[in-house]
């Protein structure tokens, strides 16, 4: 049994203050049938995670593959250890469009994630001219292959995907239920080319215009295990309700 995430990615957003009263807001109201995650801004991470309540995981958005020197600007798996965080997303499709984010890359941060014990929040996902020409599969495929290239998986309770499909990020146009079950279906298949069995075990979670109206309908699906949240995740009551998505 995979225990489903609810995953926020408050992305640019939220000052301290605001995290801070996010985190005492959301205290009491969360439900432990699934795993509940935000993933914040750097500069508020250790501040989040000692106000956060128990039940809530705090993640961060990027990180360096080096483990520390000359790189300017970049934050290395060691400094968000040190804030306690547990999760790194990885590969986000707007550091993919605007970072110079590679799958190269996103295999290098998946190791050292997975080498600190970080739980590596993979995304990958089409843009909107790929999955019109019928490519959905070969990108998808491409970016997991490269991805997880040589990954040594002890636990796959320490690894998740996120299928994000970038014309579905930030559009209000979210993608079908069916669309969503389609492509976690198929990137499992694939993820079980690379790490057998194990992938039963890998929680894929579908993000992109998630909403509180419209989360039941993916986790209908068996193969969606979750969801990755942007805008719906940033209030209090939102993220509440898409936590609590059983009710
Ligand atoms: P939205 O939920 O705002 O579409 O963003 C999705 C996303 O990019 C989560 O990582």
Known sequence: MRKPIIAGNWKMNKTRDEAINFALGVSGRLPNYAECIVC???????????????????????????????????????????????????????????YNETDESVNLKVKKALEYDLVPIVCVGEVLAEREAGKTNEVLARQINEGFKDVNLDNPENLVVAYEPVWAIGTGKNASSEIAEEACKFIRTELEKIFGNKANDIRILYGGSVKPENIKEYMANPDVDGALVGGASLKVDSFVALCNYKD
């Open 40 to 98: 914040a801004p750097f500069i508020i991470l250790r501040d989040l995670v000692k106000r956060v309540p128990t039940n809530l995981a705090v993640g961060a958005q990027n990180m360096d593959y080096h483990d520390s020197g000359a790189f300017t600007g970049e934050v290395s798996p060691l400094m968000l250890k040190d804030t306690e965080v547990t999760h790194v997303i990885i590969g986000h499709s707007e550091r993919r469009a605007y």
